[in-house]
């Protein structure tokens, strides 16, 4: 059987990291959180105390940072210089700061690098994989085998994040979290564009659809691509 490539991109709230791990899982791929990958660098520059502000300190400590991805989309790991910081680097003061990270360009070249030896392995490997991110249908794999958008309604995307950080989506918890969305896609849009779908990629509407619906919606696009 062929190795499938398979990209996902899309805002925060999409949903896209349920999603992708859902169609890894379905079809037996790896799975390959990119956004995780700027969170682990976020998380090394603060731990190392560099100023995220020093561009060319900051691009310094990414080309060295002791990153390892585990690709199960069963258990997906983020191990940085040995120790898994993949709850620390879910917290509220690291996805405030890891635009600041996203945007620095030498960043971005060194961890696209990263993410596209990750996606050659999978093909070499036969294992293939679902790689998500901002810019990974566009910039990082823009000859994988199915490239989809996965968009929402900023009322969906935003319900989404307070229940993940809040446990509810009541009006308190939704407002306590549109700052925090809004600013950071302002932020992430002024290096990446995925708010747009490029030429050749399919765009996944998932405001109205359940995750598992979501899943299968992509589920379909594989199919009819593969
Ligand atoms: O997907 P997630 O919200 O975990 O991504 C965290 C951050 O990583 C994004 O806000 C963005 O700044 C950055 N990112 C990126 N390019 C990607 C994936 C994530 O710039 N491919």
Redesign the pocket.
């Known amino acids: 059987s062929k190795a499938v490539v398979v990209a996902i991109d899309g805002p925060?709230g999409s949903g896209?990291?349920s999603v992708a791990r859902g169609v890894a899982r379905a079809l037996g791929l790896a799975y390959l959180?990119?956004?995780?990958m700027?969170?682990a660098a976020t998380w090394w520059c603060l731990h190392q105390d560099v100023p995220l502000t020093e561009v060319d300190e900051v691009a310094a400590q990414v080309e060295a940072l002791p990153l390892v991805m585990g690709t199960d989309p069963a258990h997906p790991t983020v191990r940085v210089d040995g120790t898994d910081v993949g709850e620390a680097i879910r917290t509220t003061e690291i996805s405030a700061a890891?635009?600041a990270v996203?945007t620095n360009l030498a960043v971005r070249a060194e961890l696209g690098r990263r993410q596209r030896a990750e996606i050659e392995t999978a093909r070499q490997t036969g294992s293939g994989i679902v790689a998500e991110?901002?810019?990974?249908t566009t910039v990082?794999a823009p000859d994988a085998d199915v490239r989809v958008l996965l968009t929402a309604s900023e009322e969906a995307r935003l319900a989404r994040r307070a229940r993940e950080v809040h446990g509810t989506d009541d009006a308190a918890a939704v407002e306590a979290t549109r700052d925090q969305v809004l600013r950071?896609d302002a932020d992430?849009s002024t290096?990446?564009e995925f708010h747009v779908a490029a030429d050749g990629v399919v765009t996944v509407d998932s405001s109205d659809l359940d995750l598992e619906q979501t899943v299968q919606a992509v589920l379909d696009v594989v199919e009819s691509v593969v």
């Open positions: 925060s896209k990291s959180d990119t956004g995780a700027y969170r890891v635009s996203a991110g901002r810019d990974i990082v950071r992430d290096v990446v």
